[in-house]
C-alpha cells in the first residue's frame, strides 16, 4: 500500500496513474522530455488540449513535483516556461515505452487508423 498526500493506493501501477493518468498528463509530459516550452508552444503542439484543461494539468504536474514553472521577470513580456523536473525526467523511459508501444500498436491493428 502507498500513501500520498493522505491518499491511498493498492500498488505500484495505480501510484504511477496518479502521476500520469488521464488524458492528458503524459501527453505534456511527452512534449517536455526533449526541451523547455512556453505555455503558447504546449498549445501549439497539442491543438485538440483546451487551453483550461493545459492549464489545469500544468498546475497538476507542478503541484506533483514533476514539472517546474520559471517564470522571467528581468524584462517585459512575461516569459514563463515550463520543464521537467528531474523527479519527471525519471519517467522519460516510462513516457518513452508508451509512446513506442502506440506506434507498434498502430501498425498491428487495423482499427487504429494514422492521420496526417
Request: with cysteine; glycine share 6%; hydrophobic share 35%.
Amino acid at each position: 500500500m502507498y500513501c500520498v498526500d493522505n491518499k491511498h493506493f493498492p500498488c505500484s501501477t495505480s501510484l504511477t496513474m496518479k502521476y500520469i493518468g488521464g488524458k492528458w498528463k503524459s501527453v505534456i509530459l511527452i512534449h517536455l522530455t526533449k526541451d523547455k516550452k512556453r505555455y503558447n508552444e504546449l498549445r501549439k503542439e497539442i491543438p485538440t488540449i483546451t487551453e483550461r484543461t493545459l492549464s489545469l494539468q500544468l498546475k497538476e504536474l507542478e503541484a506533483d513535483g514533476l514539472v517546474c514553472r520559471k517564470v522571467y521577470t528581468s524584462k517585459p513580456p512575461l516569459k514563463v516556461e515550463y520543464g521537467l523536473t528531474s523527479f519527471g525526467q525519471t519517467l522519460i523511459p516510462v513516457l518513452d515505452a508508451i509512446s513506442h508501444w502506440g506506434k507498434e500498436a498502430s501498425k498491428a491493428h487495423k482499427k487504429i487508423k494514422i492521420e496526417p
